[in-house]
């Protein structure tokens, strides 16, 4: 099991990638983990543990969860 009380890069790869796959995100390929800064680390892992513990989501909670993806990505720490 991964370690995520560390913000790695690493890290935030593997909770961007479980994220895309629960969501189970058509446009996934959009969402690169490289595009994430760390200093969004905190942010990142709040969404990855609401999405792991959520067994379904709804349509709305789904474009909701993107479009704070896209933020989170688009954003830089000040901007946020």
Do not use: C, W
């Not at 058509?26 to 905190?42: C, W």
């Amino acid at each position: 099991m991964t370690d995520l009380r560390e913000p790695t890069e690493d890290n935030i790869a593997f909770m961007i990638e479980a994220i895309k796959s629960r969501l189970r995100m058509a446009a996934g390929a959009a969402l690169q983990a490289s595009r994430f800064p760390l200093e969004h680390y905190d942010e990142i892992k709040e969404l990855y543990e609401l999405v792991q513990a959520k067994p379904h989501f709804s349509v709305s909670e789904v474009e909701a969860l993107v479009s704070e993806l896209g933020r989170l990505s688009a954003s830089k720490p000040s901007d946020a």
